[in-house]
């Protein structure tokens, strides 16, 4: 009864999408004006959905406002747009700090002592747990689109991966994608780029990619959505498996269609 009260909402919301003052606030984000005027539509009414099921929170004094929600909700569901999905069920609560927050860690030493140390962080995704984002970096990732910093999809391109229950760069695959050896050719891309940045030749993705296979998925998607059409020339086969993966073709129609 509860999936079908949730379908019949969404359908509702999707069909209705923002309300007028919600929908100017995507404006702000440059990365939406190349989308196809069919695609923008379907993304505003998935906004919506974000919006309406998810619990967004001010932590660290920021005072929640409509702006916030909206730009870091249209950010999470354009990675999602030709997906299937369910809204990044697993996420119930998205938490926002002003700024970089910090994040401490407590972990027993095999000697016994236990040590704490502390973080600055602009976002974290926690498995099973909420997304938690610094406002002035979610904002100013969307509102640079051409720079691949973007901590928004960083955030819930981790979630993404976490949808199988195990961080490792590989989300769960289609069935299409997952036959035709997506994960070896993942892994191929993250060894070619450790390479590269061993022998410094020239990167696109930041080199936090290198840390670990999730870092590697994490970044280079927002180098996919961010910078497309470096990434398809400079490194074809990383973003035909992102192409692949999110089923977007963001370099196919950039400059094609917005302002910008
Ligand atoms: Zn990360």
Known sequence: ????????????????????????????????????????????????????????????????????????????????????????????????????????????????????????????AWPGGPVVLAWDSAYQGGRNADDGQNTVFHEFAHKLDMLDGITDGIPPLSDDIKNDGWREEFFAAYEKYLSDLKHGRPRLLDPYAATEPAEFFATATECFFELSVQLQQREPQLYSLLERFYRQDPAGHAGHYGTS
Not at 13 to 28: K, T, V
Not at 65 to 80: E, H
Not at 111 to 124: H, I, M, Y
């Open 1 to 124: 009864m509860f999936h079908f009260l949730r379908g019949f909402r969404r359908k509702r919301f999707l069909r209705e999408g923002l309300s007028e003052e919600s929908h100017a606030w995507l404006d702000y984000l440059p990365v939406l004006h190349d989308l196809p005027p069919g695609d923008r539509k379907r993304l505003e009414g998935m906004t919506r959905v974000f919006l309406e099921e998810k619990h967004f929170e001010g932590c660290g004094g920021l005072e929640m406002r409509d702006k916030i929600k909206v730009v870091i909700a249209a950010q999470a569901c354009l990675l999602v747009l030709n997906l299937h999905h369910d809204f990044y069920h697993r996420v119930r609560t998205i938490l926002v700090y002003p700024t970089t927050f910090k994040h401490g860690t407590t972990w027993r030493r095999p000697d016994g002592v236990v040590e704490r140390r502390e973080s600055a962080n602009l976002g974290e």
